[in-house]
């Protein structure tokens, strides 16, 4: 189940003062993102890609944390009876389904650690999951940035970044840039303001 676009816009509207920082416009840029591919996907619901993209972070409304926003996001769509976003909070930082390639602090408890770890291992990804991880690797608060300076900007902050992971999101590229038969960039480049940027800080 999912909100509507409007009760999905509201949603993080509200949430961004509990946490005032980029992750409000990074989340709108990467649905827009996503409406837009999805839009040149065949069988793909733009509305339902929108709406999964402004979501995709909203476990960051509770405070400045790394890995603990997925539970921490997952946990309130649940109680929203939204599980569609809730599966989207979680997949959306695993592209390899590798709880370890995380980047970031680990800064769960036992039980959010756990939480992850069993709604992981029983998910088969879709075109939804592989479309918002695709997006939240491009889009940046004031627009979409180049994929590739963006893992180099998180390797260089934190000293490694999972060659599997970087495999994984140019694997994505490719996938998306396939169903499309057109470039990702000249896809989403409507997605983004005039002004880009690539100082981009969270994860």
């Known amino acids: 189940m999912l909100p509507s676009r409007d009760e999905a816009e509201r949603i993080l509207r509200e949430a961004e003062p509990c946490n005032p920082g980029p992750w409000g416009n990074h989340s709108r840029v990467a649905a827009r993102c996503a409406e837009k ?7 793909m619901d ?11 972070d909203i476990g960051r409304k509770f405070g400045v944390r790394h ?6 996001g997952y946990q309130y769509m649940m109680s929203l009876g ?13 592209s390899t389904k590798h709880l370890d390639d995380y980047v970031g602090n680990r800064d769960t408890s036992p039980e959010e650690w756990n939480l992850i ?6 998910m088969e990804y879709d075109d939804y999951d592989r479309l918002i991880q695709l997006c939240d690797a491009i889009a940046g608060a004031e627009g979409v940035l180049n994929m590739e300076e963006r893992m ?3 390797r260089r902050r934190y000293g490694f970044y ?13 996938y998306f840039e396939s169903k499309m038969g057109r470039n990702l960039y ?3 480049r409507e997605a983004s303001p005039e002004k880009q940027t690539s100082d981009f800080h969270f994860i």
């Not at 890995?67 to 921490?72: A, C, E, I, K, Q």
């Not at 770890?117 to 029983?122: A, F």
């Open 37 to 43: 591919i999805a839009q040149n996907c065949a069988g």
């Open 46 to 56: 733009s509305d339902k890609a929108y709406i999964l993209g402004l979501l995709h």
């Open 67 to 72: 890995l603990g926003h997925v539970s921490n």
């Open 82 to 94: 939204y599980d569609e976003a809730a599966r989207i909070c979680i997949s959306h930082s695993f």
């Open 117 to 122: 770890l069993s709604q992981l291992e029983g």
């Open 152 to 154: 180099n900007d998180v």
């Open 162 to 174: 999972p060659p599997e992971k970087w495999e994984s999101n140019f694997r994505l590229k490719r």
């Open 186 to 188: 000249d896809v989403v």
